[in-house]
């Protein structure tokens, strides 16, 4: 059943896990993805946190005595989920001690809502790896434009950092640009820079969501067939952009300190439409020293059909161009669909934190200790 996992593996992919839960970790279930399944890092969100806590009674000890504390509804929140990304970074450890840091890595993000406010973001990313206390810890940024210097100052600071949100490819230029930077703040401060780690998150499935539904619209016969291809082109031209700023004189300073390549992570790897095969943005997207983070369906179908093929990215350049060439002389624009992109996802987010925020207020009341 894992064959494919481990011939993606082998291929220099990590396997990440886009989920988690009290539940996952209580049960066995993560030890158990990472000794069967490659799994060597754990993604979260506002949106899986929500999920995580709305669903079933894992969470009730811990509320109850929250409740008891008559803590914030904020609080509660940061406290529940730094325990789960505390006792996943725990599980994780030994992936983490055998790959240098690598690998054993578990992502949590920042208050959406600070998104477009780079000192609220850098103050919430410091307090978050201090909460958490645990060295496999990734805080995720979004990119934002506020989120840009965030990065460079929290990573400057020492802090790993995921940034998430990526969705162009000239915002992913200015995301390895303020790694860089914050590498350098990072040297000049006299830090150890072979402690520091970052991934960069390039979104993939909701790039072909916005625009196929825009190919529709246009509809005929080549807007058809353009269909299903852009964000594959959109990542491995993003993969091209990786290979050249890692292969430059400002990186060759920074090697030289043994610093750490910022890995391109595909996310957002579940595929929507149902006419695209389930394993497309997986098999299709293999390269060294990347990560494609997986909710556990895709990895379940990489598993059970999914077939790996080598490098899938390399000598793809040309036909990346050409595919978002086409899109274009079609009358979709490009610059558009990427920012709708990013104001969705970060809207997205805030609204999974704010019914986060509503549904665990309402847990406090209902376990509340009763009065008298």
Known sequence: MTDALKRLSDEGVAIWLDDLSRKRITSGNLAELIDESHVVGVTTNPSIFQKAISQGDGYDQQLADLAARKVTVEEAIRMITTADVRDAADILRPVFDATDGQDGRVSIEVDPRLAHDTVATVAEAKQLAWLVDRPNTLIKIPATKAGLPAITETIGRGISVNVTLIF????????????????????????????????ASFFVSRVDTEIDKRLDAIGGDEAKAAKGKSALANARLAYEAYEEVFAGERWAALDKAHANKQRPLWASTGVKDPALKDTLYVVDLVAPNTVNTMPEATLD?????????GNTVAGAYDQARADLDAIKKLGVDYDDVVQVLEDEGVEKFETSWNDLLKSTEAELQRLAPSKG
Request: proline share 0%; charged share 25%.
């Open 168 to 199: 162009s490819l000239e915002r992913y230029r200015a995301v390895m640009d303020a790694y860089l930077a914050g590498l350098e703040k990072a040297k000049a401060a006299g830090l150890d820079l072979s402690k520091i780690h970052s991934v």
């Open 301 to 309: 179908a990489v598993a059970d059909h999914g077939e790996v093929t």
